[in-house]
């Protein structure tokens, strides 16, 4: 019904930047919560960035002040700009969305993009 999905990952040096994207398309639909996850190896998924209709943002601590969330309603889009990239922020970056579906909510996942940050 619902589809995210992620780009934006690669290869970077730390210090570098990426700017990771999500769109969501598909059956209609009207999309609350969005934001990014996060999944290093040997580790649980953990929260990154949230944002909501009304763009209030939610940040985890050891991203603050170097990721920035923002989305597009129209377009259904939601973006991250990682700055300052450092090699513990090398993970599978996973988009997630709250969406309403006759009413009732429902999360989605997008399948992933890599982040790898080289030292």
């Known amino acids: 019904q619902v589809q995210l999905v992620e780009s934006g990952g690669g290869l970077v040096q730390a210090g570098g930047s990426l700017t990771l994207s999500c769109a969501a398309s598909?059956?209609?639909?009207?999309?609350?919560?969005m934001g990014w996850y996060r999944q290093a190896p040997g580790k649980q998924r953990e929260l990154v960035a949230t944002?909501?209709?009304?763009?209030?943002?939610v940040y985890a601590d050891f991203v603050k002040g170097r990721f920035t969330v923002s989305r597009d309603n129209a377009k259904n889009f939601v973006y991250l700009q990682m700055n300052g990239l450092k090699p513990d922020d090398t993970a599978v970056y996973y988009c997630?969305?709250?969406?309403?579906?006759?009413?009732?909510?429902?999360?989605?996942w997008g399948q992933g993009t890599q982040v790898t940050v080289s030292s």
């Open positions: 997630n969305a709250e969406i309403l579906i006759a009413g009732r909510p429902y999360d989605y």
């Open positions: 598909g059956s209609p639909f009207r999309i609350n919560t």
């Open positions: 944002i909501t209709r009304g763009s209030n943002t």
